[in-house]
């Protein structure tokens, strides 16, 4: 929602009054503003995947977010002429960002344009290339020159697809590649082969084989650990703790049965964290409603019912449920330098995700038909919160 | 020979007098019963259903006429360049007026048409020549004539019966013979009107209105049947004239023609024995290249073709440059294999492109090598779309046909299992469906730049579709490569032959020079 009364032209001295009040009176108009500054605050990793069609980028988005192929399909946006990118779980809250460059097929490819747009978004560069294909002339070339452009950025370079240098067999286990350079001799000879053609274009090299369940192989994430351990090390601290801290959501919802929502619910408590980790009191006053709003409206169309979101919004205001309830404890510890953050990242974060948990609860009770109890809802939202703020502290 | 001609002549008169008595009988038998009025029509209408249906029989004046009576239809080894010219021969032959009988052994009608139509097919060759002649040498249009006179004399041994006895004057005499034929007839009307007036006017009406056009029209189709002949047999050497095919001369023409319809089957040359890259493959073999990105299985291919270890497998890019092979197969023409190094290692423009594109221009058959998984094609696209620019630029080549090798497919989902046959074009057991859905896309992808996909497993004891997929599709393939060889040859050899005759030609000349200097023999 932007200002309601804009006059064309220069606006005038009573106009710019209005415009202030305008903004004031109407906080939606505020927190859009706010929310896209935070966006930019918080440290959300940005990957950006580099290889050719087929060469396993999409499992290893996949094994990252436990997205499926289709949503992380629909998922991709145009970015710039010769790339796109997929903002996971949503645009709104974005946990994680992945950059495809879809030109590198393309003839004459320059990746100018490319480096400009993703210089300063980009963290880390993730080359997949399949083991087998050693058509990776193009592909060097324009590694190389990104590289060129900006070196400080880490690049890992993941060889998928090794089953294709053991034909019908399966792979070999424990899983050898970690840090002694043992295997099958053909893999190591192929993977000693990229080594060499890609000299001086990677940091660190990781083998993989992210199967479908469909292709018959025992272990379908071959590789995944060695995959995450090796991107974790390579992310700044900051953007480690983030991927970190979705995991940690994540696999909590995942284990209740929630896989649909937990990104959604990830992603907003992330960005719940910046804004409470702003160290100025009243900040997040006014952003926390909002993104716990848009988390609920996310969530609400979602399940097919944008409708049973707004109900539920006026179901906990009533209950005093989310931001409100520990406002004075927070705003207080913030002027503790330091600590403060923390603690006021802690709580905006395990405030957003119990209330993302009791909205699932609410859900799923009127879908049944039952009416929902007021204090069993409360009861959850305490122990969610309870709970979330313990992993958090955990984490510090 | 007179003699002979005296015998047959005997026995001829021999065997048809009774019958000819018989006729004459019978027909004075008929005027004598009066039954002669009745008899006639009858036997009018018999002649004029006759002549309705050689009307009808003839009446088609369409190139599948003259190319069923001697002009085979296009041959196949003709550049698109030559089918253009020859469609514009087709219609030049469809719209110019049919000779009338007169005209036919007009020499100068004949000249008139050659001479329009040697100009239209050199404006497909030369767009901006003014005269149909001046580019080309005095062998090459000697040669041309020679060619059509041999053709058309074909033609009309076969077709016109006891032509090979026919002179010049035979044929005048025949005219002369069918006038006579016109004024016998005239005279009996005119001895029928005096006998018996009424009946004689119907018989005459009745003719006139009939037979004689009948007969008239049948004449016409017939010469314009030959006069079409004529233009396409002469459209057809024009063609071949103004592409340079007949600079080899026409006994070398001939024999490379009769070559490349009956090729020679299965020398018994030692399979499989590889020869340094770059040799060319001799006459009478088809060069074979099989050409694809680095690691797509090529040499496998050429393993599994030969069926043993050959190419050396090894999971590392060796093949250092193109190698060939040569593969004798019972009932297929003699191949020569090239092995070339796989492109893309080192980038769109390194030398390996050059080099196998260098091969590809050279062959005759190309087998395009894409590993089944991999869906980033645009290297193996710009390289097929090089090869096809370098033929455009030279349009007396033709681009040889292309097919494409699905390599790998034992990689396709579900990647563990292998268990052929798969019946991938039917079925519906996963790995089918896979290779199926692979195949789509590949087709897709290359559109028309590949000419049929073989889906094939090339793994040493895991080879599935190369003996029945595989060297089916190549087989089909095979007279169309053939077309690409010949035209290569006849180019290749008017090159070579140019060069040798001219320096012949200088060194005849200074061993006159040297005659005139010295006044003897060197």
Redo the contacts between chains.
């Keep these: 929602v932007s200002d309601p009364i804009v006059p064309a032209g220069n606006p005038g001295f009573l106009d710019r009054i209005k415009g202030r009040w305008n903004r004031f009176v109407n906080p939606e108009a505020n927190q859009a503003g706010s929310l896209d500054h935070l966006r930019k605050l918080t440290p959300a990793p940005v990957f950006w995947m580099f290889g050719?069609?087929?060469?396993g980028k999409t499992s290893i988005i996949h094994s990252l977010t436990g997205a499926d192929a289709a949503v992380i399909g629909n998922g991709f946006r145009p970015c710039t002429r010769s790339s796109r990118k997929f903002p996971f779980p949503t645009e709104e809250a974005p946990v994680l960002t992945f950059l495809d460059t879809r030109g590198?097929?393309?003839?004459g490819y320059d990746p100018a344009e490319d480096v400009a747009a993703f210089d300063k978004a980009a963290h880390l560069m993730i080359v997949t290339v399949?083991l087998?294909?050693?058509?990776?002339?193009?592909l060097?070339?324009a590694l190389a020159k990104i590289r060129k452009a900006s070196r400080p950025r880490p690049v890992l370079l993941a060889l998928t697809?090794l089953?294709?240098?053991y034909?019908?067999e399966?792979h070999p286990q424990p899983y050898p590649y970690e840090d002694v350079e043992t295997g099958p001799d053909?893999v190591l000879?192929?993977a000693a082969?990229h080594k060499q053609?890609f000299d001086g274009l990677f940091d660190r090299v990781v083998l993989i084989d992210l199967?479908?369940p469909?292709?018959?192989?025992e272990v379908p994430d071959y590789g995944a650990a060695a995959l995450r351990s090796a991107l974790l090390e390579m992310l700044p601290q900051a953007y480690r703790e983030t991927l970190l801290r979705f995991e940690t959501a994540n696999d909590a919802l995942k284990a209740q049965h929630l896989e649909r929502v937990a990104p959604i619910i990830a992603g907003y408590c992330t960005l719940a964290a910046t804004a409470g980790a702003i160290p100025i009191p009243g900040v997040d006053l006014l952003v926390l409603p909002g993104i716990q709003t848009k988390m609920i409206h996310a969530l609400s169309g979602l399940s097919g019912n944008p409708e049973r979101g707004t109900r539920f919004l006026e179901f906990t205001a009533a209950l005093g449920l989310g931001v409100v309830a520990r406002h004075a404890v927070r705003q207080v510890v913030k002027f503790v330098p330091y600590l403060g953050s923390a603690v006021g990242a802690g709580l905006a974060y395990a405030s957003t995700y119990a209330l993302g948990r009791a909205f699932v609860e609410y859900d799923q009770e009127v879908h049944a038909g039952h009416a929902p109890d007021p204090a069993a809802i409360k009861r959850m939202y305490d122990a969610e919160l309870r709970q979330a703020e313990s992993r958090w502290g955990k984490r510090e | 020979m007179n003699r002979l001609r005296l015998r047959i002549l005997l026995i001829g008169i021999f065997f048809l007098a009774p019958v000819a008595f018989l006729m004459g009988a019978g027909a004075y038998h008929l005027w004598i019963t009066g039954w002669g009025f009745a008899a006639w029509w009858p036997m009018a209408g018999s002649f004029l259903l006759a002549y309705y249906l050689a009307y009808r029989f003839t009446k088609r004046r369409e190139p599948k006429l003259a190319a069923g009576t001697g002009t085979p239809d296009v041959p196949s080894y003709w550049t698109d360049r030559d089918r253009e010219a020859w469609a514009s021969v087709q219609s030049f032959s469809e719209h110019v007026p049919a000779p009338t009988t007169d005209e036919i052994s007009d020499m100068n009608r004949y000249a008139r048409d050659a001479q329009a139509l040697a100009i239209r097919v050199t404006h497909h060759y030369r767009p901006h020549a003014k005269d149909p002649f001046s580019h080309l040498t005095l062998p090459e249009i000697l040669a041309c004539g020679e060619l059509i006179a041999h053709d058309l004399a074909r033609l009309v041994n076969k077709y016109v019966p006891g032509s090979h006895a026919i002179t010049v004057n035979n044929f005048k005499q025949m005219r002369q013979a069918a006038d006579w034929y016109e004024r016998g007839r005239n005279a009996y009307w005119l001895v029928s009107a005096l006998i018996d007036p009424v009946r004689a006017g119907l018989q005459i009406a009745a003719t006139k209105a009939g037979l004689q056009t009948t007969f008239r029209q049948v004449q016409k189709n017939v010469v314009s049947w030959f006069y079409t002949a004529y233009l396409l047999e002469l459209g057809r050497y024009l063609i071949e004239l103004n592409s340079g095919r007949l600079k080899v001369g026409t006994r070398r023409y001939l024999e490379l023609m009769e070559l490349h319809e009956a090729p020679p089957a299965d020398p018994d040359a030692p399979a499989g024995a590889a020869s340094p890259p770059g040799a060319r493959a001799d006459a009478g073999r088809l060069v074979v290249a099989i050409v694809g990105p680095v690691k797509a299985g090529k040499s496998s291919l050429v393993n599994a073709i030969f069926g043993d270890e050959l190419a050396g497998v090894d999971s590392l890019p060796l093949t250092p440059a193109a190698t060939r092979y040569d593969l004798n197969t019972p009932g297929l023409q003699p191949l020569s294999i090239i092995d070339t190094a796989g492109f893309g290692q080192y980038g769109a423009n390194d030398a390996d492109v050059e080099a196998a594109i260098e091969v590809a221009a050279e062959s005759d058959l190309l087998l395009v090598v894409v590993p089944a998984r991999s869906a980033a094609r645009q290297p193996e696209v710009e390289f097929l779309d090089r090869v096809t620019a370098g033929f455009a630029a030279r349009p007396n080549l033709r681009m040889p046909p292309r097919v494409g090798v699905l390599s790998h497919i034992d990689a396709l989902t579900p990647a563990m299992e292998w268990a052929p046959p798969y019946d991938w074009a039917e079925g519906n057991r996963t790995k089918e469906v896979s290779i199926r859905e692979a195949l789509i896309a590949a087709k897709e992808t290359f559109g028309p730049r590949v000419d049929a996909f073989v889906p094939v497993c090339t793994a040493p004891g895991r080879a599935f579709g190369v003996e029945d997929g595989l060297l089916a599709a190549m087989a089909a393939k095979l007279p169309e490569a053939r077309g690409v060889a010949l035209l290569r040859t006849l180019h290749r050899e008017a090159q070579v032959d140019r060069t040798k005759l001219v320096v012949e030609q200088a060194i005849n000349a200074g061993r006159e020079v040297l005659k005139a200097v010295f006044g003897k023999k060197p």
């Design positions: 050719k069609t087929q060469s590198l097929g393309e003839p399949r087998r294909d050693f058509a990776t002339g193009e060097r070339e697809c089953h294709e240098a034909p019908q399966q053909e000879k192929l082969l053609d199967t479908k469909e292709e018959g192989y």
